[in-house]
Nanobody
């Protein structure tokens, strides 16, 4: 049984930083893509970043490039999202997700596995 468990959300002032973690268990993720999505109230779930587990290749939505970094720790089977220079518009529930293969990596409907989400609130 695959489980993705996020942690690390919280309340932070604009310009600050947070690091989200996603602990994955239940299968081997070598051929998987692990992504982060976010959803603000009244808005559709939005792609943030993704990482191809086997190669470490990463992709980002333009609005977070140069501010967010997705990475992995193979030994801990954990994916991270380091978020710097946070803005109020980054406020959302952040979800970790996993899918097989890189195709359509930015479409949330293509992801099979999901965590429970963690709230990130950025105040000015």
């Amino acid at each position: 049984q695959v489980q993705l468990v996020e942690s690390g959300g919280g309340l932070v002032q604009a310009g600050g930083s947070l690091r989200l973690s996603c602990a994955a268990s239940g299968r081997t993720f070598t051929n998987y893509v692990m992504g982060w999505f976010r959803q603000a109230p009244g808005k559709e779930r939005e792609f943030v970043a993704t990482l191809k587990w086997s190669t470490g290749t990463t992709y980002y939505v333009d609005s977070v490039k140069d501010r967010f970094t997705i990475s992995r720790d193979n030994a801990k089977n954990t994916v991270y999202l380091q978020m710097n220079s946070l803005k109020p518009e980054d406020t959302a529930v952040y979800y970790c997700a996993g899918k097989f293969g890189l195709l359509d990596y930015n479409r949330y409907s293509q992801y099979r596995y999901w965590g429970q989400g963690t709230q990130v609130t950025v105040f000015s």
